[in-house]
């Protein structure tokens, strides 16, 4: 038994050794360093592909865009510039991303308006080429204008500048202030609505029909549907909206609920009249 004791500790000392020497790695520790930093640049680039915009399908159309950007407050930081140009009159200033308010725009409403002066200008609405459209608020009893300047850069829509105006600065006093009164006072309402009244609408009796009629004044009250009073909002495409044009064309269309009327109106004599109601609502 004592010679066999001196060779099992030698054997455990060889093993105790062998085993020392598996676990000692001298490249371990530069490799845990390298397999670190390159998570960390991995994390750092998938980071940077997260935060850097990417055009959406909703840019195509603008119609959808806007809808989007009004809507989703993480996407319209991201399509704002910063610090985004301010233009009250002539005076400018800046707002710094950390003083934005998530601007809902029409989309707190359940419709929002369009104006033009041709008929053939409301075609511009699906105009998948556009680069620049602006989106205005005109608030009737101040008479001031909010104008919103979007672009298409590298296939995404985004929010350049605002700036805020009196209406007469923008050459639409003479519409807005008769549409004004136009939609406050019934007496003027009625003296200023053309005799007949073309009326267009979805005929009862077949749905993929359109029906064309005239109303009287009394008729016009029995059908007529609610007006805007307080304020108009507009999407200029590129559209004309001219202080000396002789039509307007009013579109209000419905959020989500096929809502659609149109009213046309001209300037005969110097004075404005209604000529024109269509309602296609769905």
Not at 161 to 168: D, E, L, T, V
Not at 188 to 212: G, M
């Amino acid at each position: 038994m004592k010679q066999l004791i001196p060779g099992f500790l030698i054997i455990v000392f060889l093993v105790s050794c062998g085993g020392r020497k598996t676990k000692t790695d001298p490249f371990a520790s530069l490799t845990g360093m390298i397999d670190s930093v390159s998570r960390i640049d991995s994390l750092q680039k998938k980071a940077a592909v997260k935060e850097e915009p990417k055009p959406l399908e909703a840019d195509e159309l603008f119609d959808d865009f806007i809808f989007s950007y009004a809507s989703d407050v993480d996407l319209q930081k991201q399509r704002t510039v910063f610090p985004l140009p301010f233009y009250r009159g002539d005076t400018l200033t800046h707002i710094g991303k950390e003083h934005w308010k998530h601007d809902y725009l029409f989309t707190k409403q359940n419709y929002y308006t369009l104006l033009f002066d041709r008929e053939s200008d409301m075609e511009m609405v699906g105009d998948t080429t556009l680069k620049a459209v602006q989106v205005e608020w005109i608030f009737l009893k101040t008479r001031r204008m909010k104008k919103y300047f979007f672009e298409r850069r590298k296939g995404m829509w985004q929010l350049e500048a605002i700036k805020m105006r009196q209406i007469g600065e923008e050459g639409k006093g003479g519409f807005v202030d008769f549409y004004t009164r136009f939609v406050t006072d019934s007496l003027f309402q009625s003296s200023h609505i053309s005799q007949p009244l073309q009326f267009i609408t979805i005929d009862p009796d077949d749905e993929f029909s359109i029906l064309e009629t005239t109303l009287d004044v009394n008729q016009w009250y029995a059908f007529r549907p609610p007006l805007p009073l307080e304020s108009l909002s507009n999407i200029d495409y590129g559209q004309k909206n001219e202080d000396n044009a002789t039509t307007k064309i009013l579109k209000v269309n419905g959020i989500g609920n096929g809502y659609s009327n149109v009213f046309y109106f001209r300037k005969r004599g110097g004075e404005w009249e209604m000529y024109k109601y269509e309602d296609t609502s769905i």
